[in-house]
């Protein structure tokens, strides 16, 4: 089964609310969201990823278990959780497990619920869940065009410090672009280590193999800045683990965002700010993975400058 842990921010447009307990407090937060428990919440940048997930349990009956597993993990009251429960409902989500933790750390909750991903919209959330084994990201608030008759889950994955490890990008950052290129060409059928997502780009493989032959409905790409010279050692990897990621785009340092938007991406997964921000202005929702070169340039704020990344 695939586990997925997500926030109630990451699952629906909550910046209006959010904005009242940044300003007035916890009280304040908690009466607006119970006076306010019947409107539902706009989608959030998760909301698609969730809802095609939850489509691959066609049955909840005992002897046909689930393929995916989805549970809300936030740092809300239970109190302000009633409206985001309601909005649960209200697109008739499967989602039956939830943890409102008022504030309290979530990681411990994740690893206790055996989470394979965790979305949500704390970069120290994110970090102390990466730096315990569970791929995770900081989703970019905000409300994303949603078609619900689409029901093709798609994927873009960045390469180094997201799929794989962040040791190209040390080498291109110590070294420098022409460095870069010159060994990884000369270790091209070298596979790389795995990075924070593998673990959950495998499961997702796992759950497209668990579907019959003819359903297609679960696409992936490798979205890289690396250029064609240096595009062997990361498909070789793939390679090695037995499978291939689907679309594989070679960007050479082009923004990201037109290309995941052609892909129509539910998300794109990437360790740089820069990339998220283009996705994002192309409508394509973006998860910040904090990881890769000690966890500096990975965690630039999304709006600031960062150099450019290998990955």
């Not at 989602?95 to 055996?114: H, I, M, P, S």
């Not at 970069?123 to 008759?149: E, F, H, R």
């Not at 990339?275 to 929702?285: K, L, R, V, Y």
Request: glycine share 8%.
């Amino acid at each position: 089964m695939l586990t997925v842990a997500v926030s109630s921010r990451s699952l629906f447009n909550m910046e209006g609310a959010n904005a009242i307990f940044e300003s007035q407090g916890q009280k304040a937060f908690d009466e607006h969201m119970l006076q306010t428990e019947h409107l539902p919440l706009p989608p959030g940048p998760a909301f698609a990823l969730v809802r095609k997930l939850l489509q691959f349990n066609t049955t909840r009956m005992p002897e046909k278990p689930d393929r995916v597993e989805v549970v809300l993990l936030s740092r809300n009251s239970a109190c302000a959780g009633v409206r985001v429960m309601n909005s649960v409902a209200h697109y008739g989500l499967t989602v039956e497990q939830a943890v409102f933790t008022k504030g309290d750390d979530r990681f411990n909750y994740a690893a206790a619920l055996g989470a394979d991903l965790f979305l949500c919209a704390h970069a120290s959330d994110a970090k102390k869940a990466l730096d315990n084994g569970i791929a995770a990201a900081t989703l970019m608030p905000g409300t994303y065009a949603q078609d619900m008759a689409d029901t093709t889950l798609r994927i873009a994955f960045d390469g180094d410090s997201v799929l794989f490890s962040d040791e190209a990008d040390e080498l291109f950052r110590e070294h420098g672009l022409e460095r870069f290129r010159l060994d990884e060409q000369r270790d091209a059928k070298k596979p790389l280590g795995d990075g924070p997502f593998k673990r959950f780009f495998v499961k997702l493989r796992e759950l497209q193999a668990s579907l019959p032959a003819n359903d297609n409905r679960i696409r992936t790409a490798l979205v890289t800045a690396r250029g064609g010279a240096s595009s062997g050692r990361p498909i070789n990897t793939l390679l090695s683990w037995g499978m291939d990621v689907g679309v594989a785009i070679f960007a050479d340092g082009r923004p990201k965002g037109p290309l995941v938007r052609a892909f129509r991406a539910d998300m794109l997964f990437d360790d740089t700010g820069r990339n998220c921000e283009s996705a994002s202005a192309h409508d394509i929702p973006a998860g910040l993975v904090p990881f890769g070169a000690g966890g500096i340039v990975a965690q630039t704020p999304v709006g600031a400058s960062a150099p450019a990344l290998a990955s």
